[in-house]
């Protein structure tokens, strides 16, 4: 039996999404527009309603590498909530993207001042964190694996 880890915002008990949602404001993301880049201050997250976003990394001398895509549900971003509150990967919209907008500082400053609360957003982000981790180590053992030959296994 496989256990399926929603990593959307529903993975919040409702009455921490309800407390959430309530600092959340409506942003449109234009198609090809980046929400952020590597290095750049983690100041806001974002849940996306409709449309999709491409997470990407810098690749010396070459285009950005695509990490993940991220379609309605999603949680762009977390390095909002760990110090030092710079983004790890960046990303952009492939398509229009309609989302719902936090701004970072006022929810770590919710989770200070509720425990309870806070824990329920690290869990979640944690598990955001552990589901695309284990996407991409899959995502790598498909590019770099060895494939099967016909020279039998390998010694």
Excluded: K
């Amino acid at each position: 039996m496989t256990t399926t880890i929603d990593t959307t915002l529903h993975a919040l008990p409702i009455h921490h999404r309800e407390r959430l949602m309530r600092g959340a404001r409506e942003v449109n993301f234009p198609e090809g527009t980046r929400l952020f880049d590597e290095g750049q201050s983690a100041d806001r997250f974002w849940i996306v309603r409709s449309g999709c976003v491409i997470l990407d990394v810098r690749v010396p001398g070459r285009r950005p590498a695509e990490v993940g895509s991220l379609g309605a549900g999603s949680l762009v971003g977390w390095s909002w909530l760990f110090p030092p509150f710079a983004w790890q990967l960046g990303a952009e919209a492939m398509t229009l993207v309609r989302t719902y907008e936090f701004d970072a500082e006022d929810v770590r400053r919710m989770c200070r001042a509720d425990p309870v609360f806070g824990q329920a957003v690290a869990l979640w982000i944690g598990g955001v964190l552990a589901y695309r981790l284990h996407e991409a180590r899959t995502r790598l053992l498909d590019l770099f694996a060895p494939h099967a030959t016909n020279e039998g296994p390998m010694p």
